[in-house]
């Protein structure tokens, strides 16, 4: 049976936006995904994260669902709205004591906090300004990042500036399906270098506040293929692996974007941005987003389209399968130096809810056993992987999907709040104590 390294962290997380709720209360500000979800046609059911899965209210119940998992480590974000309503400006001290509280509860249970800065809840103030299409908003993050480290520094030891660069710029600015809902290359070239250049200042500026703080960068990758066996996939995959992966990881780790980006980043860029954007990070978190199918289209704003599963694939290439992670883990080792990584891994969806019996049947069992498999694989082979993440903790509002997607290792009923372990949670219940499976 594979088996992982004594030290190996084990680990769960959660999104503020996807979780939290109490969107309007004590003193929180808008945000570009509450807006967003207002607009008529944006979400698949029409919802919004107005309640989520009320963890704002429900936290302490949440974290003895951590404790009783056995994890060692809870990634969680920092809504940036709620400490700074306007974006930036007078600090919201309840939305700070919301934090304190939290963290103060995940070291009671013995549980190590990681926070991420920025995951997709901009305040909407700073959206009316130009959001990350301007400049601005970088700086402003900075001044964010630094004063929420500053408060809750001295009790989180990792720090995340901003997660999933790619997939803001992209999804956001390029595709519509997130918020603010724009579809244009040029909106999606400035947001994304806007986004790796808040990331690389607050990288350096959380540096000079403590050097003791071990400070990653959250990269989003995709294993992306061709759609079919035509030249033009095989030019729509080559792209979007430039355009979602490297779009990222490059400058940050040589600082250079890839060439095919270079035209369109260069309106956007002043003297020795790169050099701001390639920092030395403590560690990567690498968020696995699974296997992507490109096609070329000639109506999006980058030129590709991306699907889950086009026709034909089987179960087996559909999902973020050992061959994909095996890949992935040794193209970093062997292209970057073999860097320090954290995993961040999600899988497919449970069953809608319990059964007669109370249990939730959970199609991710089958496909973590191969996922763990392919881990423990390419840690035997080198890769200086140190942890994984397996999230979301709670089922929640899934971004353009709504609450149609319930990937959560606790099934959360959406009228009761109540929540319920399914079999996955049960699972990776017994990898942690047994650290093998």
């Known amino acids: 049976m594979p088996t992982f390294p004594d030290d190996f962290l084990w680990g769960t997380a959660t999104v503020a936006y996807s979780v939290e709720g109490a969107v309007a209360e004590d003193g929180r500000g808008e945000s570009i995904w509450d807006r967003f979800c207002r607009q008529p046609g944006r979400i698949a059911d029409g919802s919004t994260g107005a309640v989520a899965a009320d963890h704002y209210r429900r936290w302490p119940k949440d974290i003895e669902l951590m404790a ?42 013995g549980i190590r906090p990681w926070a991420v800065l ?11 300004r130009g959001g990350w299409r301007s400049r601005d908003t970088a700086r402003r993050f900075v001044d964010y990042a630094c004063t929420a480290a500053d408060r809750l520094g001295d009790r989180i030891q990792h720090w995340l500036p901003v997660a999933g660069v790619a997939t803001t710029a992209w999804m956001g600015h390029a595709t519509g399906r997130h918020a603010p809902g724009l579809a244009e290359r040029r909106a999606f070239c400035a947001a994304l270098h806007h986004l790796n250049l808040a990331q690389g200042l607050a ?52 600082g250079k974007y890839p060439e095919v980006l270079a035209d369109g980043i ?127 903790l709670l089922d929640g509002f899934q971004w353009d ?20 372990p399914k079999d996955s949670y049960r699972w990776y219940t017994a990898l942690v104590r047994e650290n093998r499976f």
């Open 68 to 109: 009783r998992l056995g994890i060692k480590a809870y990634r969680f974000s920092i809504a940036w709205p709620r400490l700074f309503p306007e974006g930036g400006g007078r600090l919201n001290r309840k939305g700070l004591d919301f934090y304190e509280r939290l963290v103060d509860g995940v070291l009671e249970a």
């Open 118 to 128: 920025y995951h997709w809840d901009l305040p909407q103030e700073l959206e009316f």
């Open 203 to 254: 990288i350096g500026a959380l540096r000079r506040e403590n050097a003791r703080w071990l400070i990653g960068a959250a990269i989003d990758f995709r294993s992306i293929l061709p759609a079919d066996d035509t030249q033009g996939a095989a030019d729509a995959a080559f792209l979007a692996d430039a355009l979602l992966n490297g779009s990222t990881l490059d400058p940050l780790m040589t």
């Open 266 to 392: 260069r309106p956007f860029t002043e003297d020795r941005d790169l050099d701001t954007v390639r920092q030395p990070v403590d560690f990567i978190m690498l968020d696995h987003a699974g296997q992507g199918w490109a096609a070329p289209d000639r109506d999006a704003a980058l030129g590709f389209t991306l699907s889950p599963k086009p026709p034909g694939a089987t179960e087996r290439t559909a999902t973020a399968g050992g061959g994909p992670l095996r890949d992935l883990l040794a193209a970093l080792r062997d292209r970057f130096d073999n860097p320090l990584v954290y995993l961040g891994a999600t899988g497919p969806d449970a069953e809608a809810g319990p059964d007669a019996n109370g249990n939730i049947r959970d199609a991710r069992i089958g496909w973590a056993e191969e996922y763990f498999s392919a881990l423990a694989d390419a840690i035997a082979a080198g890769c200086d992987v140190r942890g994984c993440f397996l999230w979301p």
């Open 401 to 420: 999907e709504g609450y149609e997607r319930r990937p959560g290792l606790v099934h959360v009923d959406r009228r009761s709040l109540e929540r319920t």
